[in-house]
């Protein structure tokens, strides 16, 4: 019976629940399906349900996480709306998703697949937020800057592990793995500022990250411990470079993996500065190609102590990078809250002074400025050259939002080069005299769009001007005795003065090249599963030209350059150039498994000079940077692209070429009224150049990384560079007439009087070779060889830490331009006119000048954090020297008559031995030289200390020491027996007090 009525009571329970519940949904739907009205403005979300529940009678089930507490919500609903609308609004600003289960609205979170990376930078000593501090995850690529709290937001982030890179100035960099997955990450990180007090100083250049261009980080430590004047001084901490001693008083630029000065590499290599290049397309010159011309930016011009970072590249650069062929430095300066520092730099032939701060403007942003002063003698016991630089350098750095970033550079440079007698000598008043005058203004920033397509979009503006004042007096020699003055710049018959004595002329150039710079770049990352990818696509506008007086005579009756290569010419009428490119690059990395992933680096860059003119040219450049992790000790990487120089203005609008002849020449010693020294000179006028292509250099790499225990490193890279077309002198011929007169047929001579021409009755007219000045894509350069750079690690004990670079190279220059001459052996008859009846050719590209190196460099660094000091001993061995000329024999293969035809030489004429070309023997023009013997020098080394002492945070000082052992010995070469002096000019030393207040 009992349990009877349980079942009963049980029933009639479970009827009257039902029946409840039944009641309870019927009205939730109701509720639903009805119509509300509320109005709230930005309030908590609990507020926000509270309000509707109020409203339309609403019952929310959800747990206490999903609702956040910092966020607010906004619902303008006045007039009466469905319930369902309004839910949506809700749930749409505050990241939900409502649905409904029995009698109540469940709340839940939507599944989120992008978060946000939030961080604080402070000082670690004084808490300070740091401000524009710049934030970069990789291997996404996404960017923020702090703002004035030392905050920044990275957006949009997808879940996965990162690499976090801080950086900011006078700070130690910051790499910090970062985990994202399922919410937002905030982090706290304290800066600490750099010092020698830390436990790691990094004094040495330190290798790019593998997968990207293959390339070397000079950071700031490094440049104070080398206590660099320039950047020249701070390109020698690369692998494969020389150890060396400032010298601010000879030109220097730059010149990566090669040995020698070869023009098109030191032109194509670009010195981006900013994120501007320092363009040398607007520069022009007299005679380009001699072999005195300085070719390129000269580094000296840089100033070290406003530089933060340089990056090196030696390999294959990114797509971003272009106008180049042989190399690319980038340049960052100081931007950022700085104390004050003034720094002395004193060594037997230099001295530097800077005076440099960073000020922070509250809110209106940061302000640096630096001061610089530099003055150099060469030899100081023969002060026959000098150099000063006077450098004043001012950024700002300002966020319009936190979302647009920005800094501006403003950078003025008067460099003064002098070159005379020594003081103590007997001056004859000859000296050259070069004044520059450098302005630029440089503006970069930053935009987080945060769109899927364009995440950063990133602009930079440049604009540059040069003033080259150069002044040159100097004694003309003449060691024939008669020296004409050619000053023609027309076509035609001059009577030409002369001097019979040598004498002094001034002249000079002005020369005044400007540029504007502008890119565009829009970045944004895609990742799916264990891939990564950083997309750059960008545009570029370069702009030079060059308006100026150009090369002039002070006195034009005696001119400083009597000949046919010192005829004045104005750069007003040269044309600016045109440049546009557009790049896109492809950075992808795929996480394969634990320790094993893979990295491509992939672009292609597109440039078009002057594209509607008919001196236009185009180059599409492709490129690509691998590597792959093998396991968590292995790294194989290996790279191809093609690097694209343009034609400056020198080489699209080359000067007239001028051929000067001696028409008549009557100089009776006894009768000066009757001489006459009558000259024909021929002008060719090439307008601009056609035909002429972009330099290019095809670029292959492949080498690996190894990581040992303890953090020891070591990298071994082959590359092959092979620059094919070049720019340099064609030889393209043309022919023209010229009469000559002589006092038995054409003169009319009268004793006492001016001689007189008789025009139409010359002695003999002459059929005259001659060259039009063109240049092409003639010159052709190979450079290869293995680098290595091996980080040897620590030995804890003593603090001291092993570094290892070195190189052996091997450069190959040559020309493929037409290899025509004179032929030998002529009758008397062209001897005596000074003619040829033709042109003898030659087979091209078998004179090759080959040039070998082999280096190491070991630098053993000591750090003593308790002493606050640092010490490194660098020792250099150049182990092979060689170089070797190659002048094969070689037999003629054509000929070019005074009509230009060309004609083959067979090798049946060859054979015949009474061959004869205008009655020329074929035999005697067969060239059969002794062979050269390389030249290969001995064993040199060098060793050099530096020490750097801080005294607290107040300041400190440094002092160096190159050729410590002052090891300077006589050796003989390969090919001669006579002793020649090595390593001389390498002793140096000084000394650098450095105060921050």
Not at 32 to 51: C, D, F, W, Y
Not at 92 to 116: C, D, N, V, W
């Amino acid at each position: 019976m009992k349990n009877l009525w349980m079942k009963k009571t049980c029933l009639v329970g479970g009827l009257l629940l039902l029946c409840v519940c039944s009641h309870r949904v019927d009205a939730q739907e109701q509720a639903l399906a009805s119509q509300m009205t509320i109005e709230v403005k930005n309030v908590p979300v609990r507020t926000a349900l509270e309000k509707i529940r109020q409203s339309a009678g609403l019952h929310f089930v959800y747990e206490e996480e999903a609702i956040s507490r910092s966020l607010r919500v906004s619902l303008s609903y006045p007039k009466p709306t469905a319930t369902d609308i309004v839910l949506d609004d809700l749930c749409r600003q505050a990241s939900l998703k409502h649905e409904r289960q029995g009698g109540a609205i469940l709340l839940y979170p939507l599944r989120r697949t992008s978060f946000e990376l939030h961080v604080t930078l402070s000082d670690k000593e004084s808490r300070e937020p740091l401000m524009m501090a710049t934030c970069v995850l990789k291997p996404l690529g996404a960017y923020a800057a702090t703002d004035a709290s030392g905050k920044a937001t990275l957006h949009n982030i997808p879940a996965g592990r990162y690499t976090l890179d801080i950086s900011y100035v006078g700070y130690e960099p910051v790499h910090r793995s970062v985990l994202v997955v399922g919410t937002d990450v905030d982090l706290r990180i304290p800066m600490q500022p750099s010092s020698l007090a830390l436990k790691e100083v990094v004094v040495v250049a330190r290798q790019n990250v593998a997968g990207e261009s293959t390339g070397s980080i000079i950071g700031r430590q490094a440049i104070d411990h080398l206590q660099a004047m320039s950047l020249d001084d701070v390109m020698q901490l690369v692998p494969g470079a020389l150890m060396k001693n400032t010298d601010l008083t000879s030109q220097s630029n730059v010149q990566i993996r090669t040995l020698v000065n070869n023009n098109t590499n030191a032109f194509g290599a670009s010195v981006v500065m900013d994120g501007v290049p320092m363009s040398n397309n607007g520069t022009l010159s007299q005679g380009g190609f001699s072999n005195t011309a300085f070719v390129g930016t000269d580094l000296r011009n840089i100033s070290a102590d406003d530089i933060e970072s340089v990056e090196v590249v030696r390999g294959i650069p990114s797509a971003e990078y272009g106008d180049l062929t042989s190399g690319l430095v980038v340049v960052h300066s100081k931007v950022g809250e700085t104390p004050w520092q003034a720094k002395a730099k004193i060594n037997p032939g230099t001295m530097n002074y800077s005076l440099g701060k960073g000020l922070r403007l509250k809110h209106a942003g940061i302000l640096n400025f630096n001061l610089d002063y530099a003055k150099a003698w060469g030899d100081p016991r023969q002060k026959t050259k000098s150099f000063n630089r006077y450098t004043l350098s001012a950024g700002y750095g300002y966020d319009f939002s936190h979302k647009w970033h920005t800094t501006t550079k403003l950078r003025y440079v008067l460099a003064k080069d002098w070159n005379g007698n020594d003081p103590d000598a007997i001056d004859d008043g000859t000296y050259t005299r070069n004044n520059n005058s450098m302005f630029s203004l440089t503006h970069n920033g930053k935009v987080a769009l945060n769109r899927l397509l364009a995440r950063t979009l990133t602009y930079t503006l440049g604009l540059s001007f040069t003033d080259t004042q150069m002044k040159k007096t100097a004694i003309v020699p003449n060691s024939s005795g008669l020296l004409p003055i050619l000053t023609a710049t027309q076509s035609g018959y001059y009577t030409v003065p002369f001097e019979q004595a040598s004498y002094e002329a001034s002249g000079g150039s002005v020369s005044k090249p400007g540029s504007v710079y502008a890119k565009l770049t829009n970045a944004f990352f895609v990742k799916g599963g264990p891939t990564y990818q950083n997309f750059k696509m960008g545009l570029e506008y370069h702009y030079d030209w060059n308006h100026a007086r150009g090369y002039y005579n002070v006195d034009e009756r005696y001119p400083l350059r009597p000949n046919n290569s010192g005829r004045p010419r104005p750069f007003y009428d040269i044309p600016g150039v045109h440049q546009m490119a557009a790049y896109v690059e492809d950075n992808f990395r795929w996480e394969l498994a634990e320790h094993r992933s893979l990295r491509i680096q992939l672009g292609a860059r597109f440039t078009a000079l002057q594209p509607w003119a008919d001196e236009a040219t185009f180059a599409l450049s492709p490129r690509i940077n691998a590597s792959f992790a093998a396991n968590k000790w292995l790294n194989i990487r290996g790279g191809f692209g093609l690097n694209s120089k343009t034609p400056g203005l020198d080489y699209l609008y080359p000067d007239k070429k001028y051929t000067d002849r001696v028409a008549a020449n009557y100089m009776p010693q006894d009768d000066k009224a009757a001489q006459l020294l009558l000259y024909h000179t021929q002008v060719y006028d090439t307008q601009r150049t056609r035909g002429l292509k972009n330099a290019t250099n095809r670029r292959l790499e492949l080498g690996f990384d190894i990581k040992l225990p303890h953090g020891r490193k070591l990298s071994f890279i082959g590359y092959h560079d092979r620059t094919a077309n070049g720019f340099g002198n064609a030889t393209e011929y043309y022919t023209y007439e010229a009469d000559f007169f002589s006092q038995q047929q054409g003169l009319i001579i009268t004793p006492g009087a001016a001689t007189q021409v008789d025009w139409n009755n010359p002695a003999r007219r002459d059929i005259v070779f001659a060259t039009t000045g063109k240049i092409g894509n003639t010159n052709v350069s190979i450079n290869k060889g293995v680098e290595m750079d091996c980080d040897l690690g620590e030995i804890p004990a003593i603090h001291t830490s092993f570094y290892l670079t070195g190189a052996y190279q091997q450069t190959q220059t040559y020309s493929k331009d037409l290899n025509a001459s004179d032929p030998v052996d002529l009758p008397t008859e062209y001897a005596v006119a000074n003619t040829t009846p033709f042109k003898i050719v030659y087979p091209s590209s078998l004179q090759k000048s080959t040039y070998r190196r082999f280096m190491n460099t070991l630098r053993v660094v000591t750090n003593i954090p308790a002493l606050r000091m640092v010490a490194s001993f660098a020792g250099q061995a150049v182990w092979y020297n060689y170089s070797f000329s190659d002048n094969p024999p070689m037999d003629p293969i054509g000929w070019i008559d005074t009509d230009l035809t060309y004609h083959d030489i067979t090798p049946a004429m060859l054979a015949d031995k009474d061959y004869t070309i205008k009655g020329v023997s074929l035999q005697s023009q067969r060239k059969n030289p002794r062979d050269n013997v390389p030249t290969k020098a001995p064993i040199t080394w060098l060793i050099s200390g530096r020490l750097t002492k801080e005294l607290g945070n107040v300041g400190g000082l440094s002092f160096y020491a190159n050729n410590l052992l002052f090891y300077e010995p006589y050796r003989s070469s390969s090919t001669s027996t006579t002793l020649t002096q090595r390593n001389t000019g390498s002793f140096s030393f000084g000394v650098e007090l450095f105060f921050n207040f």
